[in-house]
């Protein structure tokens, strides 16, 4: 692994600016919080996609109800759609090229015109040589993009955390980094790659394998945090392709790097590496509690951190695990500044860790798993569920509800409620703060309504298809898709009361989100931008807090 510098870094202290319209989505969740709620109203509650033109994937927009717009796609879209500066950014792969001149699998950030759904740019990320241990074929990219300002933030499907342009080449080569055209075509032995208005600009690239010698299982896809002049993301750091050994156990699973000019800025000193389940693909979120702002992830070894945001010098002492494991023989580096754990909290009770003495083998149906769903942030307490990499199949689950305010190791002590009925899960909840509920669904294709405050559950709804995104709760409305294709949506209330359900015609494995009254919902296929013109009031829909502090 190489040596990390220490890189200064700026004090979270300054007052914000907001650098977004107000009724953008300009980040995974919205805000800092990750709550996927949003205050917009007059949103529609049915919608009917179309039928596709006559030997073609474009859908005839005559023969839609409540659609805007509708872009088409690659062929497996697991990214998250961002909305900010009249633009939308979305992940997908490479099976509908926009470019001739790059065929084949690579991975693809897509920007599109948010007014009209007209193709503006795109970033072409070629795949890793060493393969779908790191890097599975077909994915597509599958960060959702954070926009602040003319500037965006993701992390790749190379496990890099990168910085882009929004305007793309369209205004020139912007930035230190300038080699375009020889990254669009890495390790594909072809010629360097030509350059045009539809490229995307690089402003600069964190390489985490190569800086932090982390070894990503399959795939990297946290969606990237901001607090400040910090970008945090998990290094998606995991086992080798013998589920069983972990190459790189002490490299990082969580850093920060300067958001100015990437350089790494901190990271974790949790010792998560020894005790990896399977692989790590969440995202961070964050919040201010007791006056200093702390960063929320969900480990790979099923535990839930709480960081401080501003990094500290390394002391030397040794890095205590915080479960039993395997020694770790590794000491805080007093040249290296470390994000430093200020809580913790175990997701897996006992009794999904042993049974009649005897441990409880991972990834058993009835045994523990890692986190992989988004910690959501809601009146000083932290909403997560546990789940495991889809191709596990089903399982137990467990969603908890922790108080933010406690330090140390919290297991015990910070629990204000939990909820068994879940399945294994690797959805992110939606709470609504005008009914006071929360939503969630599970892999096994069931959302279910519970009291925020209490844990009480109202209802269920059975899907009947595996989910892998989650719930958008707005308007008094709950949008939800499943692997099917089906579009739900349901009433957010007390009583269940289902609304309205159409097919989108490809699985939809992203979230939806709504930004400046339109709702967007990525299939496998085609971005659907849905839209009630006759009913939508003017975008005010997103007030600027909750808001992490930037300089």
């Known amino acids: 692994m190489k040596t990390r510098p220490a890189v200064c870094f700026a004090l979270l202290g ?24 949003s205050p917009a109203r007059n949103l529609p509650d049915r919608f009917d996609p179309g039928r596709f033109k006559s030997g073609t994937e474009d859908v005839d927009l005559s023969t839609t109800k409540n659609v805007k717009w509708v872009a088409k796609l690659g062929t497996q879209s697991y990214g998250n759609t961002s909305v900010a500066g009249g633009k939308v950014f979305v992940g997908t792969n490479n099976d509908f090229p926009r470019d001739p001149q790059h065929q084949g699998d690579r991975s693809i950030l897509m920007c599109f015109d948010e007014k009209t759904g007209a193709f503006l740019w795109h970033l072409v990320v070629p795949k890793l040589k060493s393969g779908k241990v790191n890097d599975w074929e077909n994915l597509g990219l599958l960060s959702s ?18 910085c882009l342009d929004t305007e793309g080449m369209a205004n020139g080569n912007d930035g230190p980094f300038t080699d375009e055209a020889h990254y669009f075509v890495k390790d594909t032995g072809r010629p360097p790659a030509k350059v045009g208005p539809h490229d995307a600009d690089i402003i600069w690239v964190f390489d985490m394998m190569n800086e932090l010698g982390v070894f990503p299982h399959n795939a990297s896809n946290s969606s990237p945090l901001i607090v400040g002049d910090l970008v945090y993301v998990c290094t998606s750091n995991g086992q080798d392709w013998t589920h069983v050994n972990i190459p790189s156990p002490l490299a990082p699973s969580f850093i920060a790097v300067n958001k100015h ?49 501003k990094p500290a010098k390394g002391s030397g002492a040794p890095i205590e695990p915080v479960l039993p494991g395997p020694p770790l023989n590794h000491e805080e580096d007093p040249e290296l500044n470390y994000l430093k754990k200020v809580w913790w909290f175990d997701c897996n009770p006992p009794e999904y ?75 992110t909840v939606s709470i609504d703060p005008e009914s006071g509920l929360l939503f969630v669904g599970d892999f096994s294709g069931f959302v279910h309504c519970l009291d925020a405050e209490t844990g009480k559950l109202y209802w ?22 499943d692997e099917d294709g089906d579009l739900v949506v349901l009433a957010a209330a007390r009583e269940k009361k289902l609304l309205s359900e159409c097919n989108l015609g490809a699985p939809i494995y992203s979230t939806p989100v709504v930004a400046n009254g339109v709702i967007y919902v990525g299939s496998n296929t085609h971005l659907y931008a849905f839209h009630d013109e006759a009913a939508a009031a003017p975008a005010t829909d997103r007030p600027p807090a909750p808001t992490a502090p930037t300089r």
């Open 14 to 37: 300054a007052v914000w600016v907001p650098l977004v319209a107000a009724g953008d989505w300009p980040m995974w969740g919205g805000t800092v919080h990750r709550n996927m709620y």
């Open 145 to 162: 993009p954070l926009i602040e300002g003319n500037r965006l933030y993701l992390v790749t499907s190379r496990c890099e955390v990168m």
């Open 261 to 309: 000019t990437g350089e790494l800025a901190g990271e974790d000193n949790a010792g998560i590496g020894p005790r990896i389940f399977h692989g790590q693909w969440g995202s961070a979120s964050a919040a201010e509690v007791n006056g200093r702002w702390l960063v929320f992830f969900g480990g790979g070894d099923g535990v839930l951190y709480a960081f401080d945001a």
């Open 353 to 427: 860790k042993m049974k009649d003495g005897k441990p409880i083998r991972y990834p058993d149906a009835d045994g523990p798993s890692e986190i992989n769903a988004t910690p959501v942030f809601y009146k000083n307490r932290v909403y997560v569920a546990i789940g495991q990499d889809p191709e596990h199949g089903e399982g137990v689950g467990r969603l908890v509800c922790v108080d933010a305010t406690k330090t140390g190791d919290v297991t015990g002590s910070a629990l204000i409620w939990e909820y068994r009925g879940i399945h294994r899960s690797i959805s």
């Open 460 to 481: 269920t709804h059975d899907m009947k298809a595996h989910m892998w995104g989650s719930t958008l709760v707005a308007d008094g409305k709950v949008y939800v898709g």
